[in-house]
Every structure is written in C-alpha cells, then in structure tokens.
C-alpha cells in the first residue's frame, strides 16, 4: 500500500510537473499522452527490462513506473520484504521529490 502511494504521487508530481512545462491544455495533453503512455509501456509491466537495450534500461531508472513495477513484482510474486524493496521506496520518493520541486519552482518562476 506504501509503495503505490508512493507511486501515485511521483506520478502526479510528473503531471504536475509536465503541467508547468506545458504552455497550453493542448500542450499538457499532447505531453502527457506521450510520456505517460511511454513510461507505461517501456516500465518493465508489459515488456521486460531485460530485454531492452542498456541505454533505454537506464533511462527508464529514471521514471516512478519502472521502480513500482519492480516493487510490486518482488513483493507479490517473490514475497519480498522490505530490505530487498528499500531502494525502490526510496527511488519513489527521490523522484517524487524531485519532480514536485521542478515543478514547483517552474510554477513560481511563471508567476514572477
């Protein structure tokens, strides 16, 4: 339950994020449209990690969706406990962290 809360906020700091960088409603739904639709598809869920190219399995360490689905594969296939899903707690929160904090300070500049 932690780690999809987890996941649904980074996420929604990704929306919110892409919604500061947007100029415009078209603009913000093109974006998301694009992203997430990517992120969902490159996460791991459907297609697995491992048989994607070095460079797309590091550029998707960057993206909440693939930390959650690792997450929720170890715990509910493997019955992983929480030393061996740590990092991905912590990913989740660094990228949520980081992504608010992006679009709080775009948001700020845009009011300015």
Do not use: Y
Not at 3 to 31: R, V
Not at 62 to 84: D, K, M
Not at 102 to 109: G, K, Q, V
């Amino acid at each position: 339950m932690v780690g999809a809360a987890l996941d649904i906020f980074a996420t929604t700091a990704l929306g919110i994020a892409l919604a500061a960088i947007a100029g415009s409603m078209p603009q913000f739904a093109l974006l998301v449209v694009l992203v997430l639709l990517s992120l969902q598809m490159l996460s791991g869920a459907v297609t697995p990690l491992e048989s994607m190219p070095e460079v797309v399995r590091t550029i998707m360490l960057a993206a909440p969706n693939t930390h959650f689905v690792i997450l929720a594969q170890s715990i509910l296939f493997r019955g992983a406990g929480f030393t061996a899903v740590w990092p991905q707690f912590l990913a989740l929160c660094l990228i949520g962290f980081i992504l608010f904090m992006l679009a709080l300070t775009r948001f700020r500049r845009f009011l300015k």
